[in-house]
T-cell receptor, first 112, second 113 residues
Framework: QQKVQQSPESLIVPEGGMASLNCTSS?????YFWWYRQHSGKSPKMLM?????GEKEEGRFTVHLNKASLHTSLHIRDSQPSDSALYLCAASIQSAGNKLTFGIGTRVLVRP | DAGVTQTPRHEVAEKGQTIILKCEPV?????LFWYRQTKIQGLELLSY????????DGGAFKDRFKAEMLNSSFSTLKIQPTEPKDSAVYLCASSSGHQDTQYFGPGTRLLVL
């Protein structure tokens, strides 16, 4: 069964600093990677998705994907206290429909 | 547009009871998912429906967990009988289709005593 590994488990970042999160899939059939953010007591919300090699930027968030190594990373620049949350990486396979396999997550704490 | 709704938001059950959780997906969405979230296991897929057809029933969760989708705007998840290890947050999500974003409901927090 496909596994999605995330690292680190937790991260403390100073306000204004850069947070870097990693995610790798064990299944070579994976086509898409997704990043979801979950604030404490809330449900996950999609942040960014990527399916092509390279980089995608949206505001303070940048996602990288290396399809050969099935590795994706999420970078948050100028981190704000409101970025404190659980960040979940998920992977999907086109032939498996819209099913997502999630990692355990990286818990980010941004210290003012 | 209304998002995904789930009821109840909280449920307390005694071991051995039957409980039914409810979900209404976003109107027009074809895919519906049930997940269980715990701190140790993270988000685990319980069931996946596409256009009301069951696509996946979550393997290890088959014996006591049963999800149904009687119409395109309503789904239920029945846990029978409940065990203390079922204590978790149960999340429902929906999506319009292929490789599209999944939108999550607020979840049902279940405590089994």
């Amino acid at each position: 069964q496909q596994k999605v590994q995330q690292s680190p488990e937790s991260l403390i970042v100073p306000e204004g600093g850069m947070a870097s999160l990693n995610c790798t899939s064990s299944d070579r059939n994976v086509d898409y990677f997704w990043w979801y953010r979950q604030h404490s007591g809330k449900s996950p919300k999609m942040l960014m998705s990527i399916f092509s090699n390279g980089e995608k930027e949206e505001g303070r968030f940048t996602v990288h994907l290396n399809k050969a190594s099935l590795h994706t990373s999420l970078h948050i620049r100028d981190s704000q206290p409101s970025d404190s949350a659980l960040y979940l990486c998920a992977a999907s396979i086109q032939s498996a429909g819209n099913k997502l396999t999630f990692g355990i997550g990286t818990r980010v704490l941004v210290r003012p | 547009d209304a998002g995904v709704t789930q009821t109840p938001r909280h449920e307390v059950a005694e071991k051995g009871q039957t409980i039914i959780l409810k979900c209404e997906p976003v109107s027009g969405h074809n895919d519906l998912f049930w997940y269980r979230q715990t701190k140790i296991q993270g988000l685990e897929l319980l069931s996946y429906f596409r256009s009301k057809s069951l696509m996946e029933d979550g393997g290890a969760f088959k014996d006591r967990f049963k999800a149904e989708m009687l119409n395109s705007s309503f789904s239920t998840l029945k846990i029978q009988p409940t065990e203390p290890k079922d204590s978790a947050v149960y999340l429902c999500a929906s999506s319009s289709g292929h490789q599209d974003t999944q939108y999550f409901g607020p979840g049902t927090r279940l405590l089994v005593l």
